[in-house]
């Protein structure tokens, strides 16, 4: 008997049959030295920029090109990036000296440097409010004015700020505290925390992302190793799934409802999310030991990931391409 197929049952079955991601292009990083931290993207002009903690630089990549066209010195520390579109401006926080540069992103010259305190760690930009975030010191989360430069506030944090969320549709930020195995729930309008939620199946949660439409938080800890799925409207856990080890940075691609996670140990694992509080494994690609972070962008459908240098290789970003 003839067995019919419809057009949608061989598109269906040729999506299921493309990897979960594809490595599409290697950039080389010549002379970038030690740990390599987090990495922010002007998709417009078409450029990467990734903060070479070690190094004390911010290398500058042509996507076009697919090389880096520059590396910019005087930097101490770098560690969170943010680009902001509407100002042509990236943002760099320097954990040496507590700092937020503001960086023309056409000439790369400072246009302002705002003062803090020790360890300016993780950046996000807020284009609702036009401000821009920043987790520093033994715990302060700040908010700044990136157009005039300065600080209009701080949100008093328990302890120092990991990685952190900004939700679009409301005033709430969710900060992870990692030395309290928390997650602060921060009221970024009235500048205040008003909620604050255990992270039960792990301690060590540094790196988290956000599912706005399905209100779910994730959280990656490091010991042990898991993801943990948190309902953001009663700040219950809705699931705990397997990770590898060494997490510091996560990523949800709503279009594909699949989240991507870097991990040190050598990996970045792909779940696939059906309904809000269902998840599986769906391909664990390797990569290279130390490539703990990284940067997904869903205009250009890629995920860059940041490989260290080791002695017998050279820091690179490996590029991969995440599917229609």
Not at 8 to 29: F, K, N
Request: proline letters at 4%.
């Amino acid at each position: 008997m003839l067995s019919l197929v419809s057009t949608s049952d061989r598109t269906a079955r040729a999506a299921s049959d493309q990897p979960a991601l594809r490595q599409v292009q290697t950039i080389p990083l010549p002379g970038v030295q030690g740990r390599i931290d987090h990495l922010a993207v002007d998709v417009a002009g078409q450029k990467l920029f990734v903060a070479a903690l070690g190094n004390d630089t911010v290398e500058v990549i042509d996507l076009k090109k697919g090389e880096r066209i520059r590396s910019l010195a005087g930097f101490k520390e770098p560690q969170g990036l943010a680009y902001l579109p509407d100002t042509n401006t990236v943002a760099v926080a320097n954990g040496g000296d507590g700092t937020v540069a503001l960086v023309d992103g056409v000439t790369f010259r400072s246009r302002k440097t705002i003062a803090l305190g020790d360890d300016a760690d993780n950046l996000r930009y807020d284009p609702t409010r036009k401000r821009l975030y920043v987790g520093y010191a033994d715990g302060a989360l700040g908010i700044l004015d990136p157009v005039i430069g300065s600080r209009l506030g701080d949100v008093t944090l328990d302890a120092h700020p990991e990685s952190f969320q900004v939700e679009a549709s409301s005033s709430r930020a969710y900060v992870n505290v990692a030395s309290r195995q928390t997650v602060a729930v921060v009221d970024v309008d009235r500048m205040a925390v008003v909620a604050t939620w255990p992270v039960s199946a792990g301690s060590a949660n540094y790196p988290m992302a956000l599912d706005g439409l399905h209100h779910r938080l994730f959280v990656a800890t490091r010991r042990p190793p898991h993801v943990v799925v948190f309902d953001t409207t009663t700040g219950r856990t809705v699931a705990t799934l397997e990770a590898d080890g060494d997490a510091d940075d996560l990523f949800y691609d709503g279009s594909r409802q699949r989240l991507y996670g870097c991990f040190g140990a050598g990996s970045v694992m792909v779940y696939a999310q059906s309904g809000a509080d269902h998840y599986e494994v769906l391909a664990r690609v390797p990569t290279a030991a130390g490539a703990r972070t990284g940067l997904f962008s869903a205009d250009l459908r890629r995920l860059f990931v940041a490989v260290p240098r080791r002695a017998t290789s050279a820091a690179e970003i490996r590029v991969f391409d995440t599917g229609r």
